[in-house]
């Protein structure tokens, strides 16, 4: 497999554009947007240097991973050859539906059709296409370059052959591949989202502050961050919307979101996109605040 196309230029498309295109890959990035797609060109370049910068990774190195590198702005053309497409666009089923109807009539016919999605379901996905065997979840971390897991996510459908294969690239790419079945939340969200979730209310029955609630998970568990400055690097919409269909897919009240989280993300405190979440944020300085509403 050699030709791999990325639907979606965001936060994730890019990561997953830079790790192909750095092991060798031929990676056409695709994007609706061409802002989008210069900006994730650019971070990509960026990220290079940083990898020379800690001499983790030679000029050499980069010139080669930006040849690797080609943008488009369509679709039919983005995929015309690709022998992989992996989409990471917008978490929305009708757009992914929209979108996956367009890879299975542009793409050759043996193309596997992976997606990075979060939370919706792939055997959905997969049925929305005529070659429902060969679509498959493959869901990198947040950032891409640095993150070794890679949750690979079979839909009823998945045929064992493209598993196999999805497999062993991922390992070409240096990451570690989990293989789980298509269930809401898949494994990751489905252990995470509640923990988050759990957090938000013991801050909210006052059991805990900010601070306190992260420093347990931290030092208590050996957590690299703690559950609610997690919610705001990941954004507090998301959680809330990964844990509506963690609640909605299996119609038990333990994954219903707590009532502050939904406050937070009606009144746009998102987290760090926004500025502000259980953390303020600002330019200026990387120093961990806590939002003056929960001093
Ligand atoms: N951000 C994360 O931490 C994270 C982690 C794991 C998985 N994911 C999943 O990855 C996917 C992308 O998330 P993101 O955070 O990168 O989103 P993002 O908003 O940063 O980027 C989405 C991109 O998709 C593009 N797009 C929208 N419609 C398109 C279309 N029809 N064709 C091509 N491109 C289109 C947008 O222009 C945008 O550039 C989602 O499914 C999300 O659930 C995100």
Not at 42 to 66: G, H, M, P, Y
Not at 95 to 122: G, H, M, R
Not at 270 to 287: I, N
Request: some cysteine; charged content about 20%; overall charge negative.
């Amino acid at each position: 497999m050699i030709n791999v196309s990325v639907i979606g230029a965001g936060t994730m498309g890019n990561g997953i554009a830079h790790v192909f295109a750095q092991n060798g890959f031929k990676v056409n990035l695709v994007d609706i947007s061409q802002e989008q797609l210069d900006k994730a060109f650019s971070t990509i370049s960026k990220n290079l240097d940083r990898q020379i910068a800690k001499a983790a990774l030679t000029e050499d190195v980069k010139r080669l991973t930006l040849l690797n590198l080609t943008t488009s702005t369509s679709i039919a053309e983005g995929v015309k050859n690709a022998e992989l497409i992996v989409e990471a666009a917008t978490e929305s089923i009708d757009l992914k539906l929209k979108i996956f109807q367009q890879l299975d009539e542009f793409a050759p016919a043996d193309c596997i059709l992976a997606t990075n999605t979060s939370s919706i379901s792939i055997t959905k996905i997969a049925a929305s296409t005529k070659r429902p065997g060969w679509v498959i979840g493959m869901h990198f971390m947040n950032p891409v370059p640095v993150m070794k897991l890679v949750e690979i996510i079979n839909g009823y459908a998945t045929s064992e052959e493209v598993t196999g294969k999805i497999v062993d690239l991922s390992k070409t790419l240096g990451k570690v591949p989990c293989v789980v079945n298509d269930y809401p939340g898949f494994i990751a969200n489905r252990i995470l989202m509640p923990m988050i979730n759990e957090a938000i209310y013991s801050l909210y029955e006052s059991v805990a502050g900010v601070e306190e609630i992260d420093t347990v998970m931290k030092l208590g568990m050996a957590h690299p961050m703690g559950p609610l400055q997690l919610a705001d690097f990941i954004g507090l919409d998301v959680c809330l919307s990964i844990l509506n269909v963690l609640h909605e897919g299996f119609g038990n009240q333990k994954f219903a979101p707590c009532p502050l989280l939904v406050n937070m993300v009606n009144a746009g405190f998102k987290g760090v996109k926004s500025g502000e979440g259980f953390y303020k944020y600002t330019a200026e300085s990387k120093k961990l605040v806590v939002s003056d509403r929960f001093k």
